[in-house]
């Protein structure tokens, strides 16, 4: 993955991520769009991937879609993604629609 996208999928970054599955004559893509809570690489566990600790490393990007579903995707070459620009509306959208946890609803 190219560092200078790395550097922009930080928490609170709007994305789309449109991944494929390559068949023999076509491929199945499917769109996410959400909010980024992290981004890292982490080791499969895989016993059988020789690579850095004997373990093979995935970039694992964690995303909260609009209706608040979390959705954890594992990037590859297959990946496309896009970092949406900031929208005023979107962020006092997003504020606004916050589900308060039981500490925040009155007694």
């Known amino acids: 993955m190219d560092e200078q ?30 909010t980024v809570v992290d981004f890292e690489q982490k080791p499969t566990g895989s016993w059988y991937a020789h690579s850095k600790n004997d373990k093979l490393w995935l970039d694992r990007l964690v995303l909260r879609k609009d209706d608040g579903e979390m959705t954890s995707l594992i ?33």
């Open 5 to 34: 996208l790395r550097q922009k999928l930080v928490p609170g970054a709007r994305v789309k991520i449109t991944q494929q599955i390559p068949a023999r004559a076509y491929a199945w893509s499917a769109d996410v769009r959400g």
């Open 75 to 107: 990037l590859d070459d297959y990946s496309r993604i896009e970092v949406e620009p900031p929208s005023s509306a979107s962020t006092v959208a997003a504020a606004s629609a916050e589900t308060k946890n039981e500490s925040d609803l009155p007694v």
